[in-house]
């Protein structure tokens, strides 16, 4: 999981708009290259609403930032099961994120066959089995 980290050494760019691999675009995002970023990550909330999901973020390309990402798991007791990309990230950037506003919907693959997906603008798929976007049925 640490290749995700490397994102943040893209420092040519002033700015990045990460989209997992299973976050699924359904309306035009480029408006997000023109939000002012606030703080040193944004990104959507999770459910417990003090901490962030992963799998959407607006950031500032910093190599401190990737460096320091890399190396966090080994130097900082994170207490999970299983750490994380988004455990790691959510343990580093604590008071140091904001809220990405975006119409997103998250969730077992499951419900989004029951979704109105009107007014949505991504669809991401957590846990297993991964939703098939290449199957327009």
Not at 11 to 25: A, C, Q, S, T
Not at 56 to 76: D, E
Not at 113 to 132: A, M, S
Request: proline share 1%.
């Amino acid at each position: 999981f640490k290749t995700k980290f490397l994102v943040w050494t893209f420092v040519e760019y002033k700015r990045l708009f990460y989209l997992d691999i299973d976050v699924h675009v359904l309306t035009n995002l480029d408006h997000f290259f023109h939000v002012q970023i606030n703080s040193e990550l944004m990104a959507t909330r999770a459910r417990s609403k003090t901490s962030f999901n992963g799998g959407i973020l607006l950031l500032r390309p910093s190599i401190h930032h990737a460096q320091r990402l890399t190396v966090y798991n080994t130097q900082t007791r994170i207490c999970e099961q299983r750490t994380t990309d988004q455990s790691i990230m959510n343990a580093y950037f604590k008071n140091s994120w904001s809220r990405l506003l975006i119409n997103t919907f998250t969730h077992h693959f499951y419900a989004f066959r029951k979704l109105n997906k009107t007014n949505i603008d991504t669809l991401h798929c957590v846990g297993e089995p991964k939703l098939n976007f290449c199957n327009k049925s």
